[in-house]
Nanobody
């Protein structure tokens, strides 16, 4: 029911910045949690940031706190991940995800999200 399309990935220098966008469509109640996950080659997919769209409450993995910012434009059905001070360990395939919460809170667990985008590659070197 929910379709997600990521954009904005690419190659960036160490210490640089990149802005990822996710365009969402489908029932709003199925995507009141929007998240960004990433998966480096050979590693598990991990949560990076999430936002509860009802109150714009944000959540971040410790590894990206202070460097990444997630935001949502509910009117445009888009979610953005602004990444600053990028490090080589940030290199990964980044996925946009949508989930449903009844608690007005979002978590960085893969199982909480029922819809996923195809991913966009980020390479920091």
């Amino acid at each position: 029911h929910v379709q997600l399309v990521e954009s904005g990935g690419g190659s960036v220098q160490i210490g640089g910045s990149l802005r990822l966008s996710c365009a969402a469509s489908g029932p709003t109640y199925l995507r009141n949690c929007m998240g960004w996950f990433r998966q480096p080659p050979g590693k598990e997919r991990e949560g990076v940031a999430a936002i509860y769209t009802g109150r714009s409450t944000t959540y971040y993995a410790d590894s990206v706190k202070g460097r990444f910012t997630i935001s949502a434009d509910n009117a445009k059905n888009t979610v953005t991940l602004e990444m600053n001070n990028l490090r080589p360990e940030d290199s990964a395939m980044y996925y946009c995800a949508a989930g449903q919460t009844y608690s007005s809170r979002c978590r960085l667990y893969r199982g909480d999200y029922g819809s996923w985008g195809q991913g966009t590659q980020v390479t920091v070197s």
